[in-house]
């Protein structure tokens, strides 16, 4: 997967804290928000937050358990409105 990645030119992962990465894909016009790919690494959580726009996540690889006890797979989709408060935690290996 990383040389499919390196090829796409999406191999300049930023480190955003101990075990978060972010991979910019496109900055959305008038500052309507952002599209990324998000690495996780288990067992890293990320802290109460509230979303100031919608969030659509597609998870690729791996699980994440979210602040409601669900668990999200490869292929799960989960949609967060705008306010939406919440946390998350990279599980699995």
């Known amino acids: 997967m990383a040389q499919a990645l390196e090829r796409a030119g999406l191999a300049d992962w930023i480190p955003e804290g101990e075990g978060k990465w972010s991979l910019p894909i496109q900055f959305l016009p008038d500052d309507a928000g952002w ?6 690494s288990p067992g890293t959580r990320l802290g109460l937050h509230r ?5 659509h996540a597609l998870t690729l690889a791996g699980e994440r358990r979210l ?20 946390w998350g ?5």
Do not use: F, K, S, W
């Open 35 to 40: 599209v990324e790919l998000m690495r996780l």
């Open 51 to 55: 979303h100031t726009g919608e969030v």
């Open 67 to 86: 602040n409601d006890g669900r668990v999200v797979r490869p292929g799960d989709y989960i949609h967060e409105p705008a306010g939406n408060v919440d």
């Open 89 to 93: 935690e990279g599980t699995g290996t």
